[in-house]
C-alpha cells in the first residue's frame, strides 16, 4: 500500500510500516503550516477472513499501545482497502472484529 502527494507543499513522514507494508502510519505536514499536521493510515487488509482478523486485530493493538501512535488519534484518518463492508451483512463477505469495529467507533467518524 502507499500514499502519494501530488502537491509540492504536502509532505509525509512514515512513522511506521505495519504488518510487512500492509499497513502505512504517516504524518501530513504542510511546509508552509498553513494547516496543522494530522496523521493518516492507510491499510489493505488480507482478503482471507482469519487473516483479516489478525491483521486488523494486530493493527489496532500496535495503534493503541504505543505512546508515540495513540496520542494523534483525534487528528487521524483511516483510509485503504478494508476487504469487508460496514453495509452488507451476509456472512460470506465476511466482517472485522469486534475490538476493530469498537475501536473505529470511539476514535473515528465513518464518513462513507
Not at 511546509?31 to 496523521?39: G, H, K
Request: include cysteine; charge should be neutral; aromatic fraction near 14%.
Amino acid at each position: 500500500c502507499g500514499i502519494v502527494s501530488f502537491t509540492p507543499s504536502i509532505r509525509f513522514g512514515l512513522i511506521r510500516s505495519v504488518q510487512q507494508g500492509r499497513g502505512l502510519w504517516a504524518k501530513v505536514i504542510h511546509t508552509n503550516n498553513a494547516f496543522d499536521p494530522y496523521y493518516i493510515l492507510n491499510i489493505y487488509a488480507p482478503a482471507n477472513a482469519g487473516e483479516r482478523h489478525a491483521f486488523l486485530r494486530d493493527t489496532m493493538l500496535s495503534l493503541t499501545q504505543s505512546a508515540e501512535l495513540s496520542s494523534p488519534l483525534e487528528q487521524s484518518i483511516v483510509l485503504g482497502d478494508f476487504n469487508y463492508s460496514y453495509e452488507r451483512n451476509d456472512s460470506s463477505f465476511g466482517k472485522a472484529p469486534v475490538s476493530w469495529r469498537d475501536f473505529l467507533a470511539e476514535h473515528f467518524v465513518n464518513v462513507m
